[in-house]
């Protein structure tokens, strides 16, 4: 009941790759979260108008075909909007080839949605309670997917209970979750297209690589009034490259015409 929505995720990408680390966009201010400096979009962002999204791809084998349209740009778009949720994600079905596979993730400050291109365009409102979004099905009981859900239900179950109270510290259990790099045994590996061996380097919920592995884990406690956002990153080897907390407050809401 404190926060209608809390959000934890690690991000997976090569790290030549160049990337802004979260912050407030120089050229939208009340867009705060990480950019691709490559294609310009983003794959968790939030606006200050009590809107959020966020982006995964979906892992369907070694070489995925090329794409017009960065998946980056549905999350740019649509915090820069104003439409719903449910809008937004079916008009993603008009546009879903020109995109890799793609999990996308939506909150308009009411409804939770889930849209996807693969393996037909979709989408879906998502109901209350714990959910796992990762590079296959939504809520595919993947081990990381279970680890890291395991353990934000039990960091809600003991969270402080003053939001505005809130800490780094207090952020920590959350982060060592993410931060857990213990792989998955074979015969709970998932089949995505790729090799055993890829697919075990992959499983952990956080991957420690030398060109691909987790850039930033993130943390998003969205309140009546505010929102927190927090985010560590890591170069390669999980090497520690900075970290962020922030809290802002939600903008008013725009009176409606009667």
Request: one cysteine or more.
């Amino acid at each position: 009941a404190r926060y209608p929505l809390v959000l934890i995720a690690n991000r997976d990408e090569f790290h030549a790759r160049p990337a802004a680390a979260a912050e407030f966009d120089p050229a939208a201010p009340g867009i705060y979260g990480g950019r691709d400096l490559v294609e310009g979009g983003g794959w968790l962002q939030v606006s200050t108008r009590r809107r959020l999204a966020a982006v995964t791809n979906v892992r369907t084998g070694p070489k995925p075909a090329k794409k017009p349209r960065s998946r980056g740009w549905l999350v740019r778009d649509f915090v820069r909007g104003d439409g719903g949720a449910l809008e937004y994600a079916a008009a993603t079905e008009n546009a879903a080839g020109e995109h890799g596979n793609f999990n996308l993730l939506l909150w308009d400050g009411a409804a939770l949605v889930f849209a996807s291109n693969y393996p037909r365009p979709n989408h879906r409102s998502i109901s209350p309670g714990p959910h796992a979004m990762s590079n296959g099905a939504f809520d595919a009981p993947w081990p990381k997917s279970g680890h890291a859900t395991r353990a934000l239900e039990s960091w809600l179950a003991s969270a402080p209970g003053n939001a505005h109270r809130m800490d780094r510290d207090a952020l920590t259990p959350l982060f060592d979750a993410l931060a857990d790099t213990t792989v998955a045994p074979d015969a709970l590996l998932p089949d995505t297209g790729v090799s055993v061996e890829l697919e075990r380097a992959l499983s952990p919920p956080f991957v420690a690589g030398d060109t691909y592995g987790t850039r930033c884990s993130s943390v998003v406690l969205v309140g009546a009034d505010h929102c927190v956002f927090a985010e560590r990153r890591f170069g390669p080897n999980a090497a520690p490259a900075g970290d962020s907390f922030v809290t802002f407050p939600w903008e008013a809401a725009a009176a409606r015409p009667c």
